[in-house]
T-cell receptor, first 113, second 113 residues
């Protein structure tokens, strides 16, 4: 049973435009949310996170939005660059403990020059 | 480069066989985590070791086992392999007390024929 879903397997965006990646989760008890980026032949790398006490966190071109009532998480990349082309995973966590971290299936972002 | 190394990069074997995947964490990191990513699935947490001791367990099959050695490297043993075990296996490490900051290795791609 998937705790977190990324319903779009892929997304293509023109360079300079906004990329919006979405993630839905099932359990309102999740209290920490993360995005990871993965390039081919590499492991995922941490990108940005947000605690459930916030609804927005910004880091340069990357902003994560959290809508707790909708159990929805999104990552905005503005402006998108070709180097952003990668697979993006969202992850959700409930409390501490490695067995309380659940990953989505990923969205492959392609930024077209 | 995350500083986490995994060997081998690729492994092809037959059903019923046994394999060992190896992981060296970042220097100074005491925690090691193992994840499985099957086709079209998110990363599934398997098991965590902290300084040689099992700390958390996820959906790890009984046919799979892991250990962490005194030099902190870890091995994941997969036995009686089945076709469905074909997947990417990632190892990650984190500093003490920073379970939410995991650094992933490049993964081992296991193909069971």
């Amino acid at each position: 049973d998937q705790q977190v879903k990324q319903n779009s397997p892929s997304l293509s965006v023109q360079e300079g435009r906004i990329s919006i990646l979405n993630c839905d989760y099932t359990n309102s008890m999740f209290d920490y949310f993360l995005w990871y980026k993965k390039y081919p032949a590499e492991g995922p790398t941490f990108l940005i996170s947000i605690s459930s006490i916030k609804d927005k966190n910004e880091d340069g071109r990357f902003t994560v939005f959290l809508n707790k009532s909708a159990k929805h998480l999104s990552l905005h990349i503005v402006p998108s660059q070709p180097g952003d082309s990668a697979v993006y995973f969202c992850a959700v966590r409930r409390g501490t403990g490695a067995n309380n971290l659940f990953f989505g299936t990923g969205t492959r972002l392609t930024v077209i020059p | 480069d995350s500083g986490v190394t995994q060997t081998p990069k690729h492994l092809i074997t037959a059903t019923g066989q046994r394999v060992t995947l190896r992981c060296s964490p970042r220097s100074g990191d005491l925690s090691v985590y193992w994840y499985q990513q099957s086709l079209d699935q998110g990363l599934q947490f398997l098991i965590q070791y902290y300084n040689g001791e099992e700390r958390a367990k996820g959906n790890i099959l009984e046919r799979f086992s892991a250990q962490q050695f005194p030099d902190l490297h870890s091995e994941l043993n997969l036995s009686s392999l089945e076709l469905g075990d074909s997947a990417l296996y990632f190892c990650a490490s984190s500093p003490a007390g920073r379970a939410d900051t995991q650094y992933f290795g490049p993964g081992t791609r296991l193909t069971v024929l």
